[in-house]
């Protein structure tokens, strides 16, 4: 394989093959018939075909190319000839299809699939993460670098609502509002036709007795006081004859001896 140059007011022609899009594409160097202040004239051999400026960096006094043509490509006119501003050139090419550039790395392109990036083919390393899904817990669920198809969800859980979560703890940006239940209370503890909750049961019924108002008369034998809740209106009697003048002398009633 040959190439075209311009060095010294001399031009070369020469045919080379380009691998591109599709395969292999004919591509022909361009005779180059001027370049002056920084202006490159080539020869238009076919207005159908696109043309580019290539740089080689191992020429002397030339420029590195940066991998984007510096614009220069796809060139394309009905003219004989075409002067286009470069600064130091190694050759033109022209082929029928135009010229592919891009800024694709292997990582960008999903894993499988091939693109071409400045005509040269790249096979992609993107994980394909497809329809990955994800289930929330305590700890953070890292998202793996890669592609996601658009089918994966992060689960949802419809028991997720206020009255399953305890007061005073926000689960998932859900406040709750069950109140913890304590307590060590036993049925008979708690008044009857009342329920209650402790730490190991809920809903439970009370069953001590409701006495209410309970009224007791004092006599000569103890009276039994009823079990259960007494509302506080009860009493037991008085009397206010209860005085020591009205016992007899060496006899003591409820603790008031008698004169």
């Known amino acids: 394989m040959s190439k075209g140059n311009w060095f010294g007011g001399r031009a070369v022609v020469a045919v080379i093959i380009a691998a591109g899009l599709g395969g292999a594409i004919s591509a022909r160097a361009q005779d180059i018939t ?13 207005p159908a075909l696109y043309y580019r400026i290539e740089f080689k960096p191992n020429l002397i006094g030339s420029e590195e190319w940066d991998g984007t043509f510096r614009g220069l490509r796809n060139i394309q006119s009905s003219q004989p000839e075409i002067t286009v501003p470069v600064g130091v050139f190694y050759r033109v090419v022209g082929r029928a299809a135009p010229w592919v550039a891009g800024t694709a790395l ?27 899904g994800f289930m929330p817990g305590t700890a953070h669920v890292p998202i793996l670098a890669g592609y996601y198809d658009g089918s994966g969800v992060v689960t949802g859980d419809a028991a997720l609502v206020t009255g399953n979560i305890r007061s005073g703890v926000t689960l998932f940006g ?14 008979a503890d ?11 049961a809920v809903d439970l019924e ?8 309970a009224n007791m008369t004092p006599g000569t034998a103890a009276q039994a006081i009823p079990q259960g809740y007494h509302d506080g209106t ?19 009633i409820f603790g008031v001896e008698g004169t």
């Open 234 to 252: 009860g009493s037991v009697a008085g009397d206010t004859d209860l005085v020591a003048e009205n016992i007899k002398v060496g006899a003591t």
């Open 34 to 46: 001027g370049f002056r202040n920084g202006y490159i004239t080539f020869t238009n051999e076919n």
């Open 190 to 200: 708690v008044l009857t036709g009342r329920s209650f909750s402790r730490v190991d």
């Open 106 to 132: 292997a990582t960008d392109i999903l894993t499988g699939k091939t693109a071409y990036v400045n005509d040269e083919e790249v096979t992609g390393t993107m994980p394909n993460q497809a329809d990955r």
């Open 206 to 213: 009370g069953t001590m007795p409701n006495v209410g108002q």
């Open 174 to 187: 859900v406040d709750g509002t069950v109140l913890q239940a304590s307590g060590d209370a036993a049925a």
